[in-house]
């Protein structure tokens, strides 16, 4: 068997904001390179303003067997900036890419948090749920979902640059195909972006194949 990630539209679609926030309070995303260019930018101060669309995830395994990292585990990143949130390694290529339309911002792997910010929730299979974060195991069972949500720490697209108008945000997991899947049709999220200058929304958000 082999796992089968599939993203979840209307949870993109239902919780999709925009969040503005002074540099200072964002230096761990920018040590992450989580911000466009002109946020490291020599003139920049910590009091210029960011604009963040942010919006959440959802991944459900659909497949038939467990979605592991292509990584081995002594080869995952500490990331001390997050130290005091329990932010912990990178989950081998799990990869989420985020674009919105010719705008594309590096995202690093998503992260193991604890607390339950980002733990894996199988409703209708509990006794599949084996992978935990204080283990430092990583891993998606079939049945199981990863919820990122969009108060995370750079789950989002840094908009300061973009002016108003009608986009396309693209949402994709394991974009690189590093982990073999039974489908790679069903890894994509797209949303209508609408952006005022001050405030988002998206709509007819759904599964597509690029």
Do not use: M
Request: charged letters at 15%; a neutral charge.
């Amino acid at each position: 068997g082999l796992p089968d990630l599939v993203p979840d539209p209307n949870y993109v679609q239902a919780s999709t904001y925009v969040q503005r926030a002074h540099l200072y309070s964002l230096r761990c995303a920018a040590e992450e390179k989580c911000l466009a260019s002109t946020a490291y930018a020599a003139e920049a101060t910590d009091y210029d303003v960011r604009v963040l669309l942010r919006f959440p995830q959802r991944v459900k395994n659909q497949g038939t067997a467990d979605f592991l990292p292509s990584q081995p585990r002594h080869s995952w990143q500490w990331h001390s900036c997050h130290h005091g949130l329990g932010h912990f390694g990178h989950f081998g290529h799990f990869g989420h890419s985020w674009s919105l339309r010719s705008l594309l911002v590096p995202f690093p792997s998503p992260f193991c948090h604890f607390f339950s910010l980002s733990v894996p929730f199988c409703p209708f299979c509990p006794h599949l749920w084996h992978y935990a974060c204080p283990t430092h195991t990583q891993g998606l069972s079939p049945g199981c979902y990863d919820t990122y949500n969009a108060d995370i720490d750079c789950q989002w697209i840094d908009i300061t640059d973009v002016p108003p108008g009608n986009y396309i945000l693209k949402v994709q997991v394991n974009p690189k195909y590093l982990v073999l899947e039974s489908d790679f049709t069903n890894n994509v999220v797209r949303c209508h972006i609408h952006y005022t200058g001050r405030f988002v929304s998206a709509s007819n958000c759904r599964i597509a194949q690029y």
